[in-house]
Each structure stands twice: as structure tokens, then as C-alpha cells.
């Protein structure tokens, strides 16, 4: 009877590290988010071109993984967000607000730091400096919707039955691939926008960047990014 009140009830600073409960957000369930998001995103980028081009676009957005960063950011703040939230027309405001505001924030970094745009909504309905637009963000607030209630929530329950150890274990591992999956991408991305500037590589890092990942596997790994 203790031991289950102990379960529902406040426990010990060492216990909820060695057992977190459902409402916290682990590194591990962290990593598994963006992952899951990223790579739901991709698939869904593909299947839109598929059906509006009539052909395959590659846009998991890195040179590596297939987990594409502006959905799997986009899925980790939905759920860092709006988890603890019970009413679906909350999850639906706050989400398409957040949603709209990430890819807002990431289409500024990309052009502030790399010179390039992934995406314009310049000719969309309502759009916000072609960064974001109003239908878009509606359909923010709907994936919010399914993220939180009918992904992230069962997703959890799994979480929990698992080993704790084994499952930290795979979560350090999955952040370890995509640290060196953005580090390559960074890296060649911020080679890729030099090369369109006619700026020549400075190390032999730069160098060795330039010929692994050449303007013909650019092109096509990021077939939307324009420069300035």
C-alpha cells in the first residue's frame, strides 16, 4: 500500500531521475520525438510532391538521417508545450501558434545565418513575411491535436514499460547519431551557401566538406533552398 502511494504521490528527488514519471520529459524521450517527428515529416514532404509535382523530392533536410529538423524541432516543442494539456481546442490554439512561431524562428536563422530560404509563403493567404502563413499554422494546430492525443500519449505509456537503463542507453546513442548527422549538414550547408558566393574553402576540412558533399548532392538532398 506504501509503495503505491509512493508511485502516485511526490517522491524523492533520486527516484523521479531513476524512475521519471509520465509527465516528465526525459533526454531520452526527447531524442525519440524529434526522431519520430522528423521522420513523419519527411515522409509527408515526400508524399505532398509526390501528389503535387508527380515525382520524388528528397527532403529530410540533412546529408545524412532522414529525420527532417523543422518537423522533429516542431514535434519536440508541440510536446514540450502542450503535453500536460487536457482540452483539444487548447492543444489546437497554443499549437498552431507554436507551430508557426518554430518555423518562423527557423526560416530567420537559416536566412541570418546561412544566406538561404527553404520555404516562402510570399504567395500564400495570409502569410507572415513569407516565413509562415495563417492556413498553415491551422494545420499546426490540427498536427498538434494528433501529436499530443493520439501519438505522443500511447508513445508514453511504452516509454515507461521500458527498462529505464536500456532506454537511456538508446536515447544517448540516437542523440550521438544526430549530433554528427547536423554537424555534417551544418558544415556542408554553410560550404554549400561559400560555394555560391565564390568563396574558396579556408582549411582542408572546408576542402575534404567540398568534395564529399558537391553542388550535385546538395541540389538535390535540399532541392527548395535559394540563395540571396
Sequence with gaps: ?????????????????????????????AVIVYMLGGALGTLWEVIFNLIKLHRYVECSGSVFT?????????ALVIVLCLRKF??????????AIAGGAVE????YCEETILGTRSWNYEKWL????????????IVWGILCMVVVFLIYRPLNKVFESLPKKAFRIV??????????DMFFTVSALFRYAARAAESAPLT????????????????KRFPSMKFR
Design 1 to 29: 500500500m506504501h509503495g503505491k502511494t509512493m508511485q502516485k504521490g511526490a517522491t524523492p528527488q533520486i527516484a523521479r531521475y531513476l524512475r521519471p514519471s509520465e509527465q516528465k520529459m526525459t533526454l531520452s524521450k
Design 66 to 74: 532522414p529525420f527532417n529538423p523543422v518537423y522533429g524541432c516542431g
Design 86 to 95: 487536457r482540452r483539444p481546442e487548447q492543444v489546437f490554439f497554443l499549437g
Design 104 to 107: 518562423y524562428f527557423l526560416s
Design 126 to 137: 495570409w502569410d507572415i513575411n513569407g516565413r509562415t502563413t495563417v492556413p498553415i499554422m
Design 171 to 180: 536515447g544517448w546513442c540516437c542523440l550521438g547519431l544526430l549530433a554528427v
Design 204 to 219: 582542408a576540412f572546408g576542402e575534404w566538406i567540398d568534395k564529399i558533399f558537391p553542388d550535385s548532392f546538395m541540389k
